[in-house]
């Protein structure tokens, strides 16, 4: 049984997509940040829906399953804040009017952490169907950052999922098109590249930002602050 301690200090994880060794892969990266912080995370597993969001209709119909998901651990966990892992952010508006803790949403976060200081930024992503959904975000959260566009890998994103070799060189290849396009930071666009984006992570050319330990960041600061706000960009959507 969680303490009063443990939910003080308890972030909670909406993993959007219904596999739950991703939710465990997902909570394991956000738990890596929090080292020494006192805080943890904890994940939950929306309960239908696809196992990887690949597709415009699957991400609008996962919102309504990351919510009641979320709902179901914030009523266990007692949580001091929501991080939902899928990029499209999928349920975050309606999780916001509906709890007054921070929700974050990792495309949310790593966009605003992407555009900080002005800098010229991209995402890269396997996902070629959620480009709109992708662009849309950025147009939500930062209409007015330096924005250098979206650079897609070849091939299906549930192979490359399953396979960090061949993800780390396709993903590589589209922040090499990033870069010569003057990005300066690149998002990797997808909770579940979490491996690949450790990897790309390393490069000295960009900085390449990781969705979740973003997350995990902004939830740390939202906890500490009434509001948080990252130059030209929107912390919300509202």
């Known amino acids: 049984m969680s303490t009063d301690t443990d939910r003080r200090r308890t972030i909670l994880l909406v993993n959007p997509n219904t596999n739950a060794d991703t939710t465990d892969r997902m909570v394991a990266k956000a738990n890596t940040v929090l080292t020494g912080t006192g805080f943890r995370t904890v994940g939950v597993t929306a309960a239908r ?7 415009p209709q699957a991400l609008e119909n996962s919102a309504r399953w990351a919510v009641d998901a979320a709902m179901v651990g914030i009523d266990r966990y007692q949580p001091v804040a929501v991080i939902v ?8 508006d309606e999780l916001r009017s509906r709890v007054e803790i921070p929700v974050i949403g990792i495309g949310q976060a790593s966009i605003l952490e992407a555009a900080q200081d002005g800098r010229r930024f991209a995402i890269a992503t396997t996902t070629g169907l959620l480009a709109d959904a992708m662009n849309d975000l950025v147009q939500w959260y930062c209409p007015t950052g330096d924005y250098a566009g979206l650079w897609l890998t070849e091939g299906d994103p549930l192979t490359l999922a399953q396979d960090t070799t061949a993800s780390v060189s396709q ?14 930071a690149v998002v990797i666009g997808g909770g579940p590249l979490s491996e690949p984006a450790q990897v790309l992570s390393l490069r000295t050319d960009a900085t390449v930002i ?8 902004k939830a740390l600061a939202e906890c500490s602050v009434s509001e948080c706000s990252v130059s030209e960009c929107s912390s919300t959507r509202s």
């Open 210 to 217: 990781e969705p979740i330990p973003s997350a995990v960041r």
């Open 85 to 92: 892992s899928a990029f499209g952010d999928p349920g975050a």
């Open 49 to 55: 829906g696809p196992k990887m969001i690949v597709e």
């Open 171 to 184: 993903l590589g290849s589209a922040i090499d098109g990033a870069v010569a396009a003057g990005a300066r």
